[in-house]
């Protein structure tokens, strides 16, 4: 009985993973909210939300429903709670996989099973409530005890189920009217990702990421409800910018010299013995050649061809006249050459990324562009030096979800003190709308003719992919309900 229902779930998802949210509707029946987001079109990468606009006075509070603020947690680590979860919740979490219940979220709230996803999602949501609540998590992961290359992260990427399984509840919560319940729900996802992010791995900060624009497209749905409260001052209360990037750019920096401890100090190594074991070590860390060629690669060539573009190209980048390049064998000229050129690269690179978003950004992407078109690029060098313009990037737009989403809330609120109009811009708001962090510019709003529609957009962002490109961005639809 349980096989055929899940069957027919998977099929239900399936049907509606390719339908708009507008298809999915009922004619007789109008939905409690405008649903969960769409890609329009699906290839641009431009994400489109439509949101029912219902006008709600903002009441001023201090800290956050929706995130655990400092004032509101508690002495303790959270890494034990997260690892019995994985024990006591493992089994049904991969069924949720294996059912496909990643189109859950393109179900309109009157096509969400309660029942099914309350099985499919056993978790222990006090338990969980204690780990988001926990001053820290506590990974203890071993830094300076092992190359810190080599150090694995499945506890973190685990958290993506949960925060998986929390945004489906808290869907159902909003679907039942039991809004308080949704935003604890919201605001464990929200402390959980905090955590995940606690560890200065650029992977982390991506799966914080990665969970809390869960939770932000499920406060969406939240605030379409016609009980729900206007959540400008909790959204206000959150940290800015939500992901700091600072401490994994740090550690980015440092990766090779962390995993290769003898990096740290390459003048104290002397003889030629040293170097070939240096130089047998690094290969042990240096990329496969054969994901960056054509064809199937001699090994033999590859390693001869680096060491003699080595030995030609140091001489240029080579500064130090106490070890002359005519001095050194070819494992030390092959290693110099290699860390003075990913160095260099690196801080490029690095020094962009600490910056503000919408200076790092458009740098980042000319460094990045210039270097897809470089023909001299090593494939070493190019393969040490992983860009963070994807990683920079994926931060500055859950900022700018963040703040597109603190603009509606808003709008609410001026139109709850303007008899139910939308505003003709964001400067006759009451409210302060923060600024787009990708431009540092206000947000694109228009209002359409009849009163009745606007749209509030980010700043569209042009990505470069191999010899073509990429729009991503956020546009929001709003129609007074």
């Not at 001023?60 to 690892?83: D, V």
């Not at 069924?95 to 969400?112: I, R």
């Not at 390693?303 to 080579?318: A, G, K, N, V, Y």
Request: with cysteine.
């Amino acid at each position: 009985m349980q096989i055929s229902k899940a069957s027919n779930l998977a099929a239900i998802f399936f049907v509606f993973s390719v339908l708009p949210i507008d298809s999915a509707r009922s004619d007789d029946k109008k939905p409690i909210t405008g649903g969960m987001p769409f890609m329009e079109p699906a290839e641009s990468g431009i994400v489109v939300r439509r949101i029912q606009l219902r006008p709600k006075q903002a009441i001023p509070s201090i800290g956050s429903k929706l995130f655990p603020t400092q004032e509101r947690l508690h002495p303790g680590i959270a890494a034990p709670i997260f690892l019995r979860q994985n024990f006591e919740a493992s089994s049904r979490m991969k069924l949720l996989d294996e059912l496909g219940q990643t189109n859950y979220p393109l179900l309109p709230l009157e096509q969400l099973d309660a029942a099914e996803i309350k099985r499919l999602t056993p978790l222990h949501f006090s338990e969980l409530r204690r780990a988001a609540f926990r001053e820290r998590a506590g990974w203890e992961y071993p830094m300076g005890e092992e190359p810190l290359a080599s150090i694995l992260l499945p506890d973190v990427q685990e958290t993506r189920r949960y925060c998986k399984a929390i945004a489906l509840r808290a869907r159902v919560d909003i679907q039942q009217g039991k809004l308080l319940d949704a935003m604890d729900k919201i605001c464990i996802g929200m402390g959980l990702s905090k955590h995940v992010g606690e560890m200065p791995f650029i992977v982390c900060k991506l799966v914080q990421t990665a969970n809390m624009r869960q939770m932000l497209e499920v406060i969406e749905e939240l605030i379409q409800h016609p009980a729900s409260e206007n959540v400008y001052w909790d959204i206000a209360g959150m940290p800015t910018p939500m992901i700091d990037t600072k401490p994994a750019i740090h550690l980015e920096a440092s990766m090779w010299r962390k995993t290769i401890l003898e990096l740290e100090n390459l003048n104290s190594i002397r003889s030629v013995d040293d170097w070939n074991m240096l130089f047998a070590k690094w290969m042990l860390w240096a990329p496969n050649w054969r994901l960056f060629a054509n064809e199937e690669p001699n090994q033999e060539e590859l390693f001869r061809d680096w060491m003699r573009i080595s030995r030609e190209r140091l001489p240029m980048i080579w500064t130090n006249p106490d070890r002359p390049v005519e001095s050194m064998c070819d494992s030390e000229v092959s290693i110099r050459y290699w860390y003075e050129r990913m160095q260099a690269r690196n801080s490029q690179y690095l020094a962009w990324a600490l910056l503000e978003f919408h200076v790092a950004i458009p740098n980042l992407l000319e460094l990045t562009a210039q270097h897809e078109k470089d023909p001299t690029d090593e494939l070493p060098v190019k393969f040490s030096c992983q860009t963070p313009t994807p990683f920079v990037l994926a931060a500055a737009r859950l900022q700018q979800q963040i703040d597109l989403i603190r603009t509606i809330e808003s709008i609410r609120d001026w139109s709850a003190k303007h008899a139910g109009a939308l505003p003709n811009s964001l400067e006759q708001l009451e409210l302060p709308a923060p600024l787009d962090c990708i431009v540092n510019k206000p947000f694109d709003y228009n209002l359409e003719k009849d009163g009745r529609w606007a749209t509030l957009e980010g700043a569209v962002i042009e990505m470069p992919v191999k010899q073509s490109s990429q729009k991503v961005g956020y546009r929001y639809e709003l129609e007074l309900d």
